[in-house]
């Protein structure tokens, strides 16, 4: 597809004054984050960055903090689109902060399976909610000079084999429910650029790596859809040169090595790859610096741009984290606790010790503040006596060694050595390091090997586990004992599986009955990725002798025993959810359950809160009164939950996904290739749809939340449009004693006989703010996009004619009222859609 036709004028003049060699350097990342500046033209550098749950940056400086958002599976659990305009807004405002053009978010895969990865970072397990929400964050960006960079290009779905493995998806599957997301954000959202995704696709016609699916990327993508932005690739995620210039890649990232950076210009002058398609893909990226202000005197002049210092980020943050906690559970109508009414409360958990804020990843960013959900309730609860007990082990990973207090270097001096090896084993550098990050970053070139050497004392009678964690060529040896070695050099791979996020370390046990010494030697490679920074890495790790869980577990009770409330937090950590990896179990880790069950036995008074991204199993949820859906909340997270508690903010989440009550009921219970082959089986059965289909009862049904306040709906009514959606009006009553929020559902259950289609799906939402005793009446607007199928044969959408009954409820399992609306049948082609537009 040529945007030529439609190109502003300046813009093809500016690609006219670009040399071959120039233009095939646009088309390749200059560095990590970065695209290449042409200066004579008037073209700066523009700026990418992670993430979905904050703005990174672009600087290695380890002070560069940024406000750290919850995980965008809480965004959707708002069912907010006003407050995803917000959450817009603050992308915008942090990016802008950070000197950042283009935010690599939000990703619109489906959490098609909870044991995914990066389920925290997705938005729901139902296009329709997927999409709603994401259009408002990009548009809202995107008003604002900021591009959004929507992900993963098509059926990424699961971190098992990512980089490698196929998604068999059939073409009515990919249509009708991954697809999905990327159409609105296309057609309503405008947006500016996509990423495509490491993994393939075989949607029955051809199978490909996504970066090389021409039908897909060039033929649904850009000439249906008339994408007009910039098809971004996953890091190192091009795999070759003519088949993804042909496939419809537009940049890639990062560079300026890597395969394009090597071979297009090569390929370009050997008649491999036409000129003109270079040509296509210079219109785009010189449309999106005219878009991010990157092209001197072309800037749009957004009515929103000026308006960024007016965003209460902190704030906004600190609503969102607390409307989006669900409540579960509250048989006692415990929500809100009265601050006054509560004199000792007994925080327990590990995460109330630690809380698990943001996932591995991508969605991590350093933080601006940091609060201790102790200091947050003593802030909630100020004439009340708080105190903090872990309660049980959740973590595997021992803590960092302390070199400044336990460690000297072979000198004597304080500290490790750290010595930076070239190939002859010779140092390049050389000095005694007191702390240490379990990075080393911007390794020379030359080196090969990194070594660690250090005496550490241990001091404390009892049981030590001491070691190191690393990846790649390395031997670790400690107490005169080789733990681990290996002869095999990594690259790239260990970035992009997250492997060297948290490497699992050799250990060696020490039983010590007065101080002694161990002696600690690690050799580890020297990393040089293609694409990205050269760095070492060496976790440094040392457990001490300490409370045994089952006195971690009597403290916790005992406390919570003479508590007038135990708030109770459980949940997951950084072991458990993380981009490069999948989960092996939905069970919560260490003894947490446990702690649940004896807390609650010492304290009828319990709420519980669960400080996770992706469902657990919480065999204990028909037990405890008042359990709330805490998410990772980024860091207002704290502060946050002292509002829920206290009464401050509702907590009017509504969950984006389904719940299960066991493992076993759950309908995909992984992503695991086979043969490298990832097959959706489940077809457009996704989420909830198939627990409808295979008639399971999970613990909390999709779109499930009590809030703080009770509801009743009264008869809907419908009103079919011209355009073929439908308003469903539903009368609705705040029965309770407090203002509070609901969120009306609707879902569409086909005609009787229809073939292979969903039980019901959801086809819109509303909400809305309803004093206690006062009736208001809530539209749902359910689009005509929500009736048609995809027809394979002619290869188009169809509504088929019949009487579809529309359901108007709080939940996917609880529906309250019902009107059947009766629509003629239709079809329609997938024509071409407009082109660029500024």
């Known amino acids: 597809m040529s945007l030529d036709t439609s190109a502003p004028a300046a813009l093809d003049a500016l690609r006219a004054r670009l040399t071959l060699e120039e233009k095939v350097r646009l088309v390749v990342g200059a560095g990590l984050w970065s695209t290449t500046a042409v200066p004579h033209i008037g073209l700066r550098a523009m700026q990418l960055s992670d993430g979905p749950a904050g703005v990174r940056g672009v600087s290695d ?48 895969n489906l959490q098609r399976t909870p044991v995914g990865g990066r389920h925290f970072e997705c938005y729901s397990e139902d296009p329709e909610l997927t999409s709603a929400i994401a259009v408002h964050v990009v548009r809202a960006a995107q008003e604002r000079g900021v591009g959004m960079c929507v992900k993963h290009f098509v059926a990424n779905d699961s971190e098992t084999q990512r980089t490698s493995y196929l998604s068999r998806v059939d073409e009515r599957t990919m249509r009708e429910v991954y697809l999905a997301p990327f159409e609105r954000l296309v057609h309503q959202a405008r947006a500016w650029s ?101 092209l001197d005197g072309l800037a749009p002049d957004g009515p929103l741009r000026d308006t ?69 309730m003593r802030d909630a609860f100020p004439d009340a006596q708080v105190t903090v007990h872990a309660g049980a082990v959740s973590r595997m990973l021992p803590p960092a060694l302390d070199l400044a207090a336990r ?8 500290g ?50 001491i070691g190191v964690g690393t990846v790649g060529r390395h031997r670790i040896v400690v107490g005169g004992q080789e733990l681990s070695a290996a002869d095999d050099l990594v690259g790239a791979e260990v970035i992009l599986d997250s492997s060297v996020n948290a490497p699992t370390p050799a250990t060696l046990v020490v039983e010590t009955l007065e101080p002694t010494t161990v002696e600690l030697d690690a050799t580890v490679q020297a990393v040089h990725p293609v694409g990205y920074a050269s760095f070492a890495r060496a976790e440094l790790v040392h457990r001490t002798p300490g409370t045994s869980p089952d006195e971690l577990l009597a403290d916790a009770v005992h406390a919570a025993a003479r ?16 981009e490069g990896y999948d989960r092996t179990s939905l069970a919560l880790p260490g003894t947490q359950d446990q702690l649940v069950e004896a807390v609650l036995a010492a304290n009828p008074r319990t709420v519980v809160v669960v400080n996770a991204g992706a469902p657990v199993i919480l065999p204990w949820l028909d037990e405890v009164p008042c359990v709330l859906w805490g998410w990772l909340g980024g860091q207002e997270w704290p502060d946050a939950l002292g509002d829920v508690l206290t009464g401050r903010t509702e907590p009017a989440g509504r969950l984006p996904w389904t719940l299960p009550a066991h493992e076993t009921d759950v309908p995909v219970p992984h992503a695991v290739p086979v043969d490298g082959v990832v097959d959706y089986h489940e ?10 289909r295979l008639g399971r009862t999970p613990a909390a049904p999709f779109g499930h939340g009590l809030g703080w306040t009770t509801w009743e709906h009264d008869e809907a009514t419908a009103l079919v449009g011209a355009d073929g959606s439908v308003d469903v009006v539903v009368p609705v009553r705040n029965t309770g004693p407090r203002a509070g929020r609901e969120v009306v559902q609707v879902y569409v259950e086909p005609p009787a006989g229809s073939h292979d289609r969903p039980v019901r799906w959801l086809g819109g939402f509303a909400g809305a703010h309803v004093a206690p005793g006062a009736t208001t009446q809530v539209r749902v607007r359910v689009d005509a996009t929500a009736f048609p199928v995809w027809d394979t044969e002619r290869g188009g959408w169809v509504v088929p004619a019949g009487t579809y009954r529309l359901h108007a409820g709080r939940s996917s399992g609880d529906l309250r009222t019902s009107v059947d609306v009766v629509l003629p049948a239709t079809a329609s082609d997938p024509g071409p859609r407009p082109g660029r537009s500024t």
């Open 683 to 692: 077809g457009v059965h996704v989420g909830y749809r198939s627990w409808l």
């Open 194 to 294: 996509v990423m495509g995704a490491y993994s393939g696709v075989d949607d029955g016609t051809t199978a490909a790596p996504v970066l090389e699916h021409r039908p897909l990327l060039t033929g649904v993508l850009k000439d249906e859809w008339g994408f007009d932005g910039v098809v971004v690739s996953d890091w190192v995620a091009t795999k070759s040169v003519a088949a993804a210039v042909d496939g419809g890649l537009d940049l890639q990232m990062p560079g300026p090595d890597g395969v394009w950076g090597d071979g297009l210009l090569a390929a370009v002058r050997a008649g491999e790859v036409d000129e003109a398609a270079i040509d296509e893909k210079v219109d785009r990226l010189l449309l999106l610096a005219q878009r991010v202000g990157a």
């Open 563 to 578: 508590a007038d409330l135990a708030v109770v937090v459980v949940g997951t950590n950084e072991e458990i959810e993380s």
């Open 308 to 376: 960024l210092d007016q965003v209460d980020v902190a704030g906004t943050l600190r609503r969102l984290v607390g409307r989006s906690m669900v409540v579960l559970r509250d048989d006692d109508a415990t929500l809100p606790l009265g601050a006054d009414a509560v004199r000792t409360v007994a925080l327990v958990g590990p995460n109330a010790v630690a809380p698990f804020v943001q996932g591995g990843g991508s969605a991590y960013v350093r933080p601006e503040r940091h609060v201790t959900p102790l200091d947050a």
């Open 407 to 414: 460690c000297t270097t072979p000198a004597g001096e304080p």
């Open 416 to 465: 490790a050595l750290l010595e930076v090896l070239d190939a002859e084993g010779v140092a390049l550098e050389s000095r005694a390091v007191t702390t240490w990050t379990g990075w080393l970053r911007d390794v020379p070139e030359a080196a090969r090997t990194v070594r660690i050497r250090a005496t550490v004392t241990l001091t404390e009678p009892g049981r030590h586990e």
């Open 61 to 108: 400086d380890p002070g560069e903090t940024s406000a750290s958002f919850p995980a965008p599976s809480a965004l959707a659990a708002t069912w907010d689109l006003g407050l995803a305009d917000e959450v817009g807004a603050v992308f915008a405002a942090e990016a802008r902060r950070h000197g950042v053009d283009v935010v690599l978010a939000p990703q619109v």
